[in-house]
């Protein structure tokens, strides 16, 4: 589907958004605030924890209409939640995975692990790019991706959120 300039901005602007409230590993929550008699639609609201940056204190950000607009997906706005439709899988599941589809279009870095030789501690990180994935790699930082990958990066982003139903 063609999109104007000005929603393409728009969609472009969530997305950024979101990446800035979200990053890989994160868990999305999904509220099914309803599901047609047919079972074949669903309307679900996304939250995520967030941190007030006053106070540190954790409160829930309902992130449905960013979300809508990064994916391009309809809304419910009386009952406040995407319009999902089909049915046979986890809805919730597919939701997210459509999400981190549309924020990390170009994959994301897995956590690599090391043990430092003097401490004997054991470090994490998460690469934000392929070439800083590869370069530890190299350096003997360990990656266990998905379905045995040693690359560090995870080619899709839709593997990036963690799905949870409310």
Same mark, same amino acid.
């Given at each position: 589907? @063609?999109?104007?300039?000005?929603? !393409?901005?728009?969609?472009?602007?969530?997305?950024?958004?979101?990446?800035?409230?979200?990053?890989?590993?994160?868990?999305?929550?999904?509220?099914?605030?309803?599901?047609?008699?047919?079972?074949?639609?669903?309307?679900?609201?996304?939250?995520?924890?967030?941190?007030?940056?006053?106070?540190?204190?954790?409160?829930?950000?309902?992130?449905?209409?960013? !979300? !809508?607009?990064?994916?391009?997906?309809?809304?419910?706005?009386?009952?406040?939640?995407?319009?999902?439709?089909?049915?046979?899988?986890?809805?919730?599941? @597919?939701?997210?995975?459509?999400?981190?589809? !549309?924020?990390?279009?170009?994959?994301?870095?897995?956590?690599?692990?090391?043990?430092? @030789?003097?401490?004997?501690?054991?470090?994490?990180?998460?690469?934000?790019?392929?070439?800083?994935?590869?370069?530890?790699?190299?350096?003997?930082?360990?990656?266990?991706?998905?379905?045995?990958?040693?690359?560090?990066?995870?080619?899709?982003?839709?593997? @990036?959120?963690?799905?949870?139903?409310?």
């Amino acid at each position: 589907m @063609a999109h104007t300039k000005a929603q !393409a901005q728009e969609m472009a602007e969530a997305r950024e958004t979101l990446r800035g409230l979200i990053k890989p590993g994160d868990t999305i929550y999904c509220n099914i605030k309803h599901v047609s008699k047919s079972g074949m639609l669903r309307i679900i609201a996304l939250i995520i924890i967030d941190t007030d940056k006053d106070t540190g204190k954790p409160w829930l950000r309902d992130i449905t209409h960013l !979300a !809508a607009k990064a994916m391009d997906d309809k809304m419910d706005r009386d009952r406040w939640g995407l319009k999902v439709g089909g049915c046979g899988m986890d809805m919730c599941f @597919a939701t997210v995975y459509n999400l981190g589809s !549309a924020l990390f279009p170009e994959g994301f870095g897995e956590v690599l692990t090391t043990t430092g @030789a003097a401490s004997g501690k054991q470090r994490s990180t998460r690469p934000v790019s392929k070439d800083e994935a590869a370069r530890l790699v190299k350096a003997g930082w360990n990656a266990r991706g998905r379905n045995g990958d040693t690359s560090g990066w995870e080619k899709s982003g839709g593997y @990036a959120l963690k799905a949870s139903t409310l």
